[in-house]
Structures are given as C-alpha cells and as structure tokens.
C-alpha cells in the first residue's frame, strides 16, 4: 500500500506542472510578471543575453536554418541572421565624417580646436545642424558643409560681432542666419578657395557683411528679409548670383561690387527697394570681364536702383560695355540695343557752307570743320569728332543707319550731286547713295540716306558727298543721323 501511494503522488505532482505550463504562455526571468505581449521576458540591471557563439564555417554548416535564426559570428565579431536563403551580417552603419549638432555644446571640441576665439569646423566634415543653435563665437567654415534640413527651423543665431569669419570656403545650405547687431559674413579669402550658400534665409541682421578673394561664389534661392545692410563682394574671380530675393524691410544698400571680377552673372530673384534704399552700387567702377545679369526685377518707390558707374557708363544708364544686362525696372545694355544719335547744332536758318573744288568724295566736315555735331541718346557709342558715330561695344554687329540731309546749292542748276555714309574713311557703302539735282539756288532739298553696315567694336561711319557733274559750288547743308542696332 506504501508504494501505491508514492506513485500517485508523483502522478499528481507532475499533472501539476504540466497543468500549469499549459496555462501560462508568457516565461518570465527576473521578473514575476512578464509582458502579455512577449513569449520571455528578461528583466536584468547586472547581464544581458548572449546569442549561440561561433566560427563562420560552423554558422554555414548549420542544417535547414530557420528565417530569423540570430547567431554571433566571432570569425568576423558580427551578428547573423538568417533570412530566406542567405546569412546576413547585422552591422552598424556609421557615418563618417558627420555631425549632429542639437545644442552649442557639440561644438566644443570645434571651439577648442579655434583656440577658443571661434569654431574651427573639420574639413570635409557635414554638420547638421537641429534646431536653433545661439553662438558665443565666429565659425570658420575650413571647408566643411553646414547644413539643415529645414531652414524655417534649422537657425545659427549670433548676437553681435560676425557669425563667419576666416579665409577658407564651404558650403552652408537649408538654414537662417541672424546676425543681429552683427555681421553675418566677414569672408576674405583666397583664388583657391570657395563659398557656397544655398536655399538659405539671411534675416533681421545689422550687416548681411563682405565676402572678398574667392575664386568662386555662388549664392542660391537666397531670402534677405529684415536687414540693416547689405553684402559687398570684392575682387571675386567667379560671383555667381541666383533667384537672390530681397524684400522690402532690408534697408541700406543691398549688393555692392568692388574690386576686379572675371565674371559676375545675377540670374533671376528681385530687389525691392523703396526709400533712399539702392538695389546695387557700382559707382566705385568695378574691373568686371564679363557682367551679366538677366531677369532680376526692380521694384519699389526708390529713385536710384542701381547706383551707376561714374566712369564708362553713358547718360540715361548705369554699367559699361563690359555688361549684359535685361532687366525688368531698369534699362537693357547690351552691344544688341547699341544706338546713337548725331544731329547739327547751328541755327535753324542757317546750316554749314561745304564747298565743293572737285569731282573726288569728300567728308561734309563743312568748311572749317563748321558741321559742328551734337551727339545724343548713346548707348555703346560715341561721336568723338563731328559727322561721326563710332561703334564701341564687344562684339561685331549689324546696324539700320538713317539720315536726313537739307540741302541749298547756291549755283550750278543741273548739277548733280550723290550723299552716302562712308565706312573707317575708306569704304563706300553703295547701297546708301542718295542722289541730288539742283533746279533752283532758293530751293531747300530733303535728302534721306538709309541702309545697314556691319561695324566691328571701334570702326565708325561718317557722311560723304560727291558732286558727279558742274564745277566749283557751295553747299548749304543741315544732317541729322540716326543709327541704331
């Protein structure tokens, strides 16, 4: 009877333990109440879980492994995972150079690398910046990238001083910039060294600042808004300009361009400008190879957009010939709307006396040189002697020439007499031959002079006349000339 009842014991004890293994679906360890939603849950603040250990030819011989299976591979100190038909190795991926700045504080070893007067950036290095970060000192860019990825968010703050400074490039891109009651740029640097900036706001700062040395800068999709001042850019081999936006509250003078340049090309974007404000100084007569700037619109009550050359400009306009310029609010310049005008400035009743010895072409200078011209309305050209429009833009082009002549001969009825624009002093242009008869000394002849010449920069055209039968006459004459692209 003794053993009887041992055997039933042992029958219910394991009853027991199988009854409640079925039970619960849920192991803890370390824990007596395991999340409902895990099969095991570890509860540990001393250990952790360590995964099946192996070399790599015992993970490969592994027989039918299942999807998911994890095992530590310590041929390459790497986790495994088995997934469909492959192992694949669980690696960490981190990024080189790169770095996230959330607060001033991750710039510390910046800053100690700038000695403690600025934040030094790494070459090559991306900083993203994450928020508004408040800066104590100046950043020299060294070549790194500083970007955010909002720039209505993303914000680098300096209250006074300048926010960059030093002599090396960069790129900043997708941030605002407030420099209040300070600069934000203060950038000399050199032909080797480059800037860009890009899809950026520049706002509420006392000065946007200089930029001065680079062999290129190109700005892009910027947003001036709120400005005291505007940005000067001096002695720049590339200046690159595109869809610049700014607004009416920027005070001050916006873009101003000094030094030498070999190109500055200003593509799109607009200047708003009201006030005592100007859009773009270059009265200090820059050295610009090439200038271009298209489709960037001018707007606003101010009554000086541009601040003109003083030297090398023409009257009614605001660059030299070095320029291309199309601009919506401001005149076009370029060789294409080249024009001129010369006309005779004596009295109305009275013209200039041109005597004629011979049956040879002759300049109607007007005895004594008394066709004393007056140019008007030039654009790339110049008169300078009278009867003389010479062409000064850069490259060759073809122009519409008009001209009136008034003409009395006070003998000689019957003469004929031909008028033509002659070409550099030498070439007749034929085509623009207008003939003349005298039939009375009282009566006063209109003559008309039109045709087309092709001038390279600095050739020029005068008017001619020739008497083609009779002897010695004087000539009463009046010229007007227009000449235009």
Not at 82 to 100: E, G
Not at 137 to 150: K, M, S
Not at 174 to 203: E, M, Y
Not at 401 to 410: D, E, H, K, M, P
């Amino acid at each position: 009877m003794k053993s009887i009842k041992y055997q039933l014991i042992i029958l219910t004890v394991i009853a027991s333990i199988c009854c409640n293994y079925g039970a619960f679906s849920q192991v803890g360890i370390g824990t007596m109440s395991p999340d409902a939603s895990s099969a095991l849950d570890i509860n540990s603040t001393t250990g952790g879980v360590l995964a099946p250990r192996m070399t790599t030819a015992q993970r490969i011989a592994i027989a039918n492994p299942a999807n998911g299976l994890l095992v530590f591979d310590i041929t390459e100190n790497a986790f495994y995972f088995y997934k469909a038909t492959v192992w694949t190795k669980m690696d960490a991926v981190v990024r080189d150079n790169y770095k996230l700045i959330k607060s001033i504080a991750d710039l510390s070893a910046e800053l100690t690398a700038g000695g403690g007067s600025k934040y030094l950036l790494s070459t090559n290095t991306l900083y993203e910046i994450n928020g508004t970060i408040s800066l104590a000192y100046p950043i020299e860019l060294n070549n790194a990238y500083v970007v955010g990825r909002d720039a209505n968010e993303d914000k680098l703050v300096k209250t006074g001083g300048t926010m960059f400074t030093g002599t090396t490039g960069g790129t900043i891109k997708t941030l605002t910039l407030i420099a209040s009651g300070g600069t934000v740029f203060g950038l000399i640097g050199s032909t080797t060294q480059n800037i860009i900036f890009r899809d950026s706001i520049v706002a509420n700062s006392a000065s946007v600042g200089s930029i001065s040395g680079y062999g290129m800068v190109f700005f892009s999709v910027i947003q001036y808004s709120g400005n005291n001042n505007g940005i000067t850019y001096t002695n720049i081999t590339d200046l690159l300009l595109s869809n610049t936006a700014w607004a009416l509250n920027n005070s001050g003078t916006y873009e101003t361009f000094t030094g030498t340049f070999g190109l500055i090309k200003k593509q799109g974007g607009y200047f708003k400008i009201d006030g005592a404000n100007i859009g773009i100084d270059v009265s200090s007569n820059p050295t610009v190879n090439i200038g271009i700037m298209d489709e960037t619109t001018f707007s606003g009550t101010s009554t000086q957009y541009v601040k003109k050359y003083t030297t090398g400009s023409y009257a009614g306009f605001n660059f030299t010939n070095a320029w291309t310029v199309n601009c919506p609010g401001i005149p076009v310049e370029f060789d294409g709307v080249a024009t001129g005008n010369i006309y005779f400035n004596g009295p109305i009743t009275f013209g200039f006396v041109q005597t004629i010895t011979n049956n040879n072409p002759l300049n109607l200078a007007g005895n004594g040189n008394t066709n004393t011209t007056t140019a008007v309305n030039l654009l790339r050209i110049a008169s300078s002697q009278d009867n003389r429009i010479t062409y000064l833009g850069n490259k060759k082009r073809t122009f519409q020439i008009n001209a009136t002549l008034s003409i009395r001969g006070n003998l000689g009825v019957g003469d004929y007499y031909a008028f033509f624009i002659r070409k550099n002093g030498s070439t007749t242009l034929t085509e623009t031959n207008s003939l003349m008869r005298i039939n009375s000394t009282t009566d006063i002849s209109s003559n008309a002079i039109s045709g087309t010449v092709e001038l390279a920069p600095n050739e020029y055209i005068e008017i001619w006349g020739q008497r083609l039968t009779g002897s010695r006459y004087d000539l009463y004459n009046r010229i007007f000339i227009e000449f235009k692209y």
